[in-house]
């Protein structure tokens, strides 16, 4: 089944430690995107790459970095410089178009 | 610039009565709209999309949503509400075929037994 794949569902590390959020796909999307959810939040968009190779920044970005090296991946690190790291992490995929985005199951990060 | 607005934080309904969730956009084109529902600890998963044509979207679950041009909306219903369609519930909002979604804060809605 074609799909969008988050790993880990949680995750635990010490604060001043980087940290890589795994986003895979195999929907053969063209855009890929990174969101972060605080408890009862809303969805802020942290990058976002509507091409390999190739991303922006979106409304929260600072403390975060992202590559783009294969259609498929688009993972996400959380650097020591983002301030409040602990939040549920949301990726999705999407086809140009009229189709919406397809999203992941999420990754919970905690600082401890 | 788009923008999708939900008025209500939160929408407290019995179960078996008839569940609305309200959503309001802006677009400068034509607007594409879809929602999305979400439960604890999950990813957000699509009920339907609006994109062009019968103005009455039927999506999964027995949900559907009415898009209305004049009034810019595109609010959620459900004729008989279940206790587990409390969930968290976003609009979202795509000017033409390009480009981001653009998603409404959210509404936490609540079916009590």
């Known amino acids: 089944d074609g799909g969008i794949t988050q790993s880990p569902k949680y995750l635990f590390r010490k604060e001043g430690q980087n940290v890589t959020l795994s986003c895979e796909q195999n929907l053969n999307h063209d855009a890929m995107y990174w969101y972060r959810q605080d408890p009862g939040q809303g969805l802020r968009l942290i990058y976002y790459?509507?091409?390999?190779?190739?991303?922006q920044k979106g409304d929260i970005a600072e403390g975060y970095s992202v590559s783009r090296e294969k259609k498929e991946s688009f993972p996400l690190t959380v650097t020591s410089a983002q301030k409040n790291p602990t939040a549920f992490y949301l990726c999705a995929s999407s086809l140009e178009g009229v189709a919406g985005y397809t999203f992941g199951s999420g990754t919970r990060l905690t600082i401890v | 610039a788009q923008s999708v607005a939900q008025p209500e934080d939160q929408v407290n309904v019995a179960e078996g009565n008839p569940l609305t969730v309200k959503c309001t956009y802006s677009v400068s084109g034509n607007p594409y709209l879809f929602w999305y529902v979400q439960y604890p600890n999950r990813g957000l998963q699509f009920l339907l999309k609006y994109i062009t044509g019968d103005n009455l979207v039927k999506g999964s679950y027995g949900f559907e949503a009415e898009f209305n041009k004049s009034q810019t909306s595109f609010h959620l219903k459900k004729p008989s509400a279940l206790v587990s369609d409390s969930a968290l519930y976003f609009c979202a909002v795509r000017d033409g075929v390009r480009g981001k979604l653009q998603f409404g804060a959210g509404t936490q809605v609540v079916v009590t037994p």
């Open positions: 790459s509507q091409i390999v190779n190739d991303f």
